[in-house]
């Protein structure tokens, strides 16, 4: 069964800290995505990755880093967690170029206080 | 950015209605897929629709991707409880299998 792990289901941080969000799947995926998820605004894409050491900014980037140094790992950083960061995360993985499937992690629910 | 607009953003029906989500853009999409969202968990799949005009069913849910494959609709006849969940849309953007979505239809299916 294909798996996509996120490290986390809840968490809560306090403002100014420095954040880590870890995703990993078992797939051999290439492709790696962040997104966020807000109650009438869908999934926002922050970051993508298509290869090991390879990022693409997303439409909201801003706030965060990525990190992807193994292809099965990839890292959502919050440089200086704030309040309006406080959403859900999801983390999915696609096989290269296509319209191929994307599999989700569970998410993990981010409240900053 | 390629916008991927649903509607309507909430839907409560009773078990036994039929009911239409769409999905609409001002932008060509070589393709679009359909997920559904439960409650505490990711998306997961239901179809890829990837030829204008193309209709795909699976049970009780009809999927249509339009002649300009700006716009698609997911239709679900005789809606049972099961079927609660969020909907969204979503189309490849740019490269890399780059996947944006659409806002979403929160769909509750009463007794």
């Known amino acids: 069964d294909v798996k996509v792990t996120q490290s986390s289901r809840y968490l809560v941080k306090r403002t100014g800290e420095k954040v880590f969000l870890e995703c990993v799947q078992d797939?051999?995926?290439?492709?790696m995505f962040w997104y966020r998820q807000d109650p009438g605004l869908g999934l926002r894409l922050i970051y993508f990755?298509?290869?090991?050491?390879?990022?693409e900014k997303g439409d909201i980037p801003e706030g965060y880093s990525v990190s992807r140094e193994k292809k099965e790992r990839f890292s959502l950083i919050l440089e200086s967690a704030s309040t309006n960061q406080t959403s859900m995360y999801l983390c999915?993985?696609?096989?290269?170029?296509?319209?191929?499937?994307?599999?989700f992690g569970q998410g993990t629910r981010l409240t900053v206080v | 950015t390629q916008l991927l607009e649903q509607s309507p953003q909430f839907l409560s029906i009773q078990e036994g209605e039929n009911l239409t989500v769409y999905c609409n853009s001002s932008s060509v999409f070589s393709s679009l897929q359909w997920y559904r969202q439960e409650p505490g968990e990711g998306p997961v799949l239901l179809v890829t629709v990837v030829t204008g005009g193309e209709v795909k069913k699976l049970k009780r849910l009809t999927f249509q991707f339009g002649d300009a494959r700006k716009d698609s609709s997911l239709h679900i006849t005789a809606a049972q409880p099961g079927d609660t969940g969020l909907y969204l849309c979503a189309g490849p953007a740019g490269t890399a299998s780059k996947l944006t979505f659409g806002t979403g239809t929160r769909l509750q299916v009463t007794l």
């Open positions: 797939m051999d995926h290439e492709n």
């Open positions: 999915a993985s696609t096989i290269i170029r296509g319209n191929t499937e994307a599999f």
């Open positions: 990755s298509y290869d090991v050491k390879m990022k």
